[in-house]
């Protein structure tokens, strides 16, 4: 079965400090990745996605993520944190059924608290 | 969250009654999805269109309604089938095809049941 996993219900880290959001995945065929952060009481903002190429994709705000095939990870990652960066987080996958259909299957997000 | 816009915010539903929920999108985009949001699970699909006059059940279908008459409007109708429709529901869009088909969210319609 496709699916994604996002390990750890929250994560804390202390302003400055790096921190990493953790994701793994199953799929079949070449995954299409992709990170969004959800604020309180808004919808899911568009972070960064993996299609091809580098495994070190750059997004919004500072923030990057590592696909690892062999690990079948794409954990997100910002070398310092901040207190804005509190927020929901999640990964989720592109799933194919034929033609241009384009699904997700999102993980059950992780949430980022950073301490001042 | 910007182009794509849900009304209202917040709605409040009695046992029985159906309830629509709106979303517009002026991103020309030609795809637009329904998710639902429930503390702990993450986002769940429920119906999703690729064009105009065309839909598809998604994971959680089951109590809903969609129609797709114009390219911009997908609205969603909570029917009083949904035995548990208390959540946060979410639209989003996209193009279709290529790397282009990132989906885009609008602010969502927290829908709570008395």
């Known amino acids: 079965a496709q699916s994604v996993a996002q390990p750890e219900d929250q994560v804390n880290v202390a302003e400055g400090n790096p921190l990493t959001v953790k994701c793994t995945y199953s799929v079949s065929g070449n995954p299409y990745l992709f990170w969004y952060v959800q604020y309180p009481n808004r919808g899911l903002q568009f972070l960064l996605k993996y299609i091809t190429g580098d495994n070190l994709v750059k997004g919004s705000y500072g923030f990057e993520a590592e696909f690892n095939k062999s690990q079948t990870s794409f954990h997100l990652k910002k070398p310092s944190a901040l207190v804005s960066d509190s927020a929901l987080y999640f990964c989720?996958?592109?799933?194919?059924?034929?033609?241009?259909?384009?699904?997700?299957?999102f993980g059950t997000g992780t949430l980022l608290a950073v301490q001042p | 969250d910007g182009g794509i816009t849900q009304s209202p915010k917040y709605l409040f539903r009695k046992e029985g009654q159906n309830v629509t929920l709106s979303c517009e999108q002026n991103l020309n985009h030609d795809a637009m999805y329904w998710y639902r949001q429930d503390p702990g699970q993450g986002l769940r699909l429920i119906y999703y269109?690729?064009?105009?006059?065309?839909?598809q059940k998604g994971d959680i279908a089951e109590g809903y309604s969609v129609s797709r008459e114009k390219k911009e409007s997908f609205p969603l109708t909570v029917t009083s089938a949904q035995k548990n429709p208390t959540a946060f529901y979410l639209c989003a869009s996209s193009f279709l095809g290529g790397g282009t088909d990132t989906q885009y969210f609008g602010p969502g319609t927290r829908l709570t049941v008395l």
């Open positions: 269109s690729q064009i105009v006059n065309d839909f």
């Open positions: 989720a996958v592109r799933v194919f059924y034929g033609g241009a259909t384009n699904k997700l299957i």
